[in-house]
């Protein structure tokens, strides 16, 4: 009797082992962190609740829509699904991060979409033939490299206002600056630091290029205030991408032209202080989420492939390739547009209706 009890003990904590085993197992699948990333599509929102512009209230049926591309952490169940969807991709954490923080990507994502708000807002109210003004600030620090004589004084999110007392007014005159200063030798850099001004003296270190540098990627920092108040709240949507799309809403607001004609438009692309509209990420998971949500036309930014560009284009495919491809084969129905700036876009929407 007791050795049948001592076998059944064995048992149970065999049984028992085996199913814990077995919960792990699936929690494990379910929520282990992958050192990987899962793109597919995102979401194509209304603009209409983005943008706010007292006085000039959005009636015109049919909508603007912003599209995203959905990013997270993959799991072993989100990769295994991201290999069996064409709409899915796992992107190394180098392509998505640049290897910083999550916290320091997305101070960055945050920073590149309320800069791509200030592009549109210029370019909407330029065309729109209304008051607006354009200040730069300086050069926005998005990363500092670790063999930067400034890594102790700069951190990611400041602005360099001032290079040896000089302030340029765009990035290209930084760089132009610096690269003519001589390898080693000694700079002083004025900067902003959560709002306070500051300075920082180190020699200039030598680039790849062989020229003088202080070890940082930068863009443009800019502040944009036009006549008519205008708010736009991206919610968590980060990144650039939404300058052309935010543009034509601004417009659509500022003139109360008839732009849509009842029908949903959703596209991408950067714009610039010119109204230039550049290239992004992702472009065909955005037609994927465009088609979801029932648009007609996509606008898509267009450059002229050549071997060269192709050569380190997604997929090898420039965005409108990419969109009009993707969407002959999973939203026929869509017609794609391509758009190198924001005229383009405006012109097929007054010739369209």
Aim: proline letters at 5%.
């Amino acid at each position: 009797m007791i050795r049948r009890l001592r076998q059944t003990t064995r048992e149970q904590r065999t049984q028992f082992v085996g199913m814990l085993v077995a919960v792990l197992a699936i929690l494990a699948f379910f929520m282990l962190p992958l050192p990987e990333y899962i793109e597919g599509p995102g979401s194509a929102d209304n603009l209409k609740s983005f943008v706010k512009m007292p006085g000039h209230p959005d009636k015109r049926s049919g909508k603007f829509m912003i599209t995203s591309v959905a990013v997270a952490q993959a799991r072993p169940v989100s990769y295994l699904y991201a290999k069996l969807n064409p709409h899915y991709s796992v992107e190394s954490t180098a392509n998505v991060t640049g290897g910083t923080s999550n916290a320091t990507y997305d101070k960055v994502q945050d920073f590149y979409m309320q800069s791509a708000i200030n592009e549109s807002i210029y370019t909407a109210y330029r065309a729109a033939k209304q008051p607006v003004t354009r200040q730069y600030l300086g050069i926005y620090v998005v990363s500092v490299d670790d063999q930067s004589p400034f890594k102790r004084d700069l951190h990611v999110g400041d602005t360099v206002t001032k290079v040896n007392g000089r302030h340029f007014n765009n990035m290209v005159g930084y760089q132009t600056y610096i690269r003519h200063q001589k390898i080693g030798s000694r700079a002083t850099i004025t900067y902003q630091h959560n709002g306070k001004t500051r300075t920082a003296t180190a020699k200039l270190m030598s680039l790849p290029t062989k020229k003088a540098g202080i070890g940082i990627t930068l863009t443009d920092n800019v502040k944009v205030v036009p006549k008519t108040k205008v708010t736009v709240n991206p919610g968590n949507i980060g990144g650039p991408s939404g300058g052309l799309m935010f543009s034509l809403q601004i417009y659509q607001q500022l003139t109360n032209e008839n732009l849509r004609h009842g029908q949903k438009i959703a596209g991408t692309g950067t714009v610039d202080s010119n109204g230039d509209v550049g290239e992004i990420g992702g472009i065909d998971k955005k037609i994927i989420a465009a088609k979801r949500a029932g648009a007609t036309v996509f606008f898509a930014p267009y450059v002229k492939p050549t071997k060269a560009l192709l050569k380190y284009e997604e997929q090898h495919q420039t965005n409108y390739q990419l969109a009009k491809a993707t969407a002959k084969k999973y939203a026929p129905n869509m017609k794609v547009v391509p758009v190198k700036n924001f005229q383009d876009a405006l012109h097929y929407l007054q010739t369209h209706p």
